[in-house]
C-alpha cells in the first residue's frame, strides 16, 4: 500500500506569516492529492484536489502545488481562524486511498 | 447542493454491530460516489470503503474486509454501513462523505455531520 507521510505534525507560527505543509506517498500518484481542513468538533471541509485546484469558496490564501511523490499546502498570511489541522488525502485509487496523519497548526 | 444527514449516536456493547445512515437530498446516490471515513477520538482520518463507479462495486479498506457492508438503498436515496464484531477500538465518529459527482475521484467536498459510535461494555 502506498503510505502518505506528512510533516511537520504540528507547528506553531504567528499571524501574518506563510506556512507550509508538506506531504510525501511512498510512490508517485500523478497528481491525485486532496488537502482537508478539519478544525476542532467540526467536518473536515475540502481545500485543494487534484493537488492544486482550489476548491470553490476556499479563501485565495490557501494553495496546493505537486505531483508524483511531493506535495505542498501553502497558506500564504496566516489567519486566527486557520486555526485547524490539516490532512492530505491520496485517491488515485479506491482499493487504497490512504489520509496523511495530519498536522496541527496553532498561532504563536 | 448535496446534503447528507446521518443518523443519531449508537452506544453498542463489544461483539455487537452498528448500522449508521447517511440520506443524501440535493441528488440522487445514483449521481454520487457515497464513501466512508471514520476518526477515533483525538485521532485521524481513517477510509474505510466506497463506491468505485469504475467497477460498479463498493471496495473496502483491507482492515475492514469481513466486518463491514456498504449498502445503498436507491429508492430512498439513503446509504448504509454496517460494522459487525465491534470492539472498543472502533469507538470513533462516523462519517459519509462523497465528490460533486459519482465520476469525480474520490475526494469529498460534501460531508455527513458524522455519527458517534462508542462500543463499551
Known amino acids: 500500500d502506498i503510505q502518505m507521510t506528512q510533516s511537520p505534525s504540528s507547528l506553531s507560527a504567528s499571524v501574518g506569516d506563510r506556512v507550509t505543509i508538506t506531504c510525501r506517498a511512498s510512490?508517485?500518484?500523478?497528481?491525485?492529492l486532496a488537502w482537508y481542513q478539519q478544525k476542532p468538533g467540526k467536518v473536515p471541509k475540502l481545500l485543494i484536489y487534484?493537488?492544486?485546484t482550489l476548491q470553490s469558496g476556499v479563501p485565495s490564501r490557501f494553495s496546493g502545488s505537486g505531483s508524483g511523490t511531493d506535495f505542498t499546502l501553502t497558506i500564504s498570511s496566516l489567519q486566527p481562524e486557520d486555526v485547524a489541522t490539516y490532512y492530505c488525502?491520496?485517491?488515485?485509487?479506491?482499493?487504497?486511498?490512504?489520509f496523511g496523519q495530519g498536522t496541527r497548526l496553532e498561532i504563536k | 447542493q448535496v446534503q447528507l444527514v446521518q443518523s443519531g449516536a449508537e452506544v453498542k456493547k463489544p461483539g455487537a454491530s452498528v448500522k449508521v445512515s447517511c440520506k443524501v437530498s440535493?441528488?440522487?446516490?445514483?449521481?454520487?460516489?457515497m464513501h466512508w471515513v471514520r476518526q477515533a477520538p483525538g485521532k485521524g482520518l481513517e477510509w474505510m470503503g466506497g463506491?468505485?463507479?469504475?467497477?460498479?462495486?463498493?471496495i473496502y479498506a483491507q482492515k475492514f474486509q469481513g466486518r463491514v457492508t456498504m449498502t445503498e438503498d436507491t429508492s430512498t436515496d439513503t446509504a448504509y454501513m454496517e460494522l459487525s464484531s465491534l470492539r472498543s477500538e472502533d469507538t470513533a465518529v462516523y462519517y459519509c462523505?462523497?465528490?460533486?459527482?459519482?465520476?469525480?475521484?474520490?475526494?469529498?467536498?460534501?460531508w455527513g455531520q458524522g455519527t458517534l459510535v462508542t462500543v463499551s461494555s
Open positions: 462523505a462523497t465528490g460533486p459527482h459519482r465520476y469525480s475521484g474520490s475526494y469529498y467536498n460534501y
Open positions: 440535493g441528488y440522487t446516490l445514483t449521481e454520487l460516489s
Open positions: 463506491f468505485d463507479p469504475e467497477d460498479g462495486e463498493t
Open positions: 510512490q508517485g500518484i500523478s497528481n491525485y
Open positions: 487534484a493537488a492544486s
Open positions: 488525502q491520496k485517491y488515485n485509487s479506491a482499493p487504497s486511498i490512504t
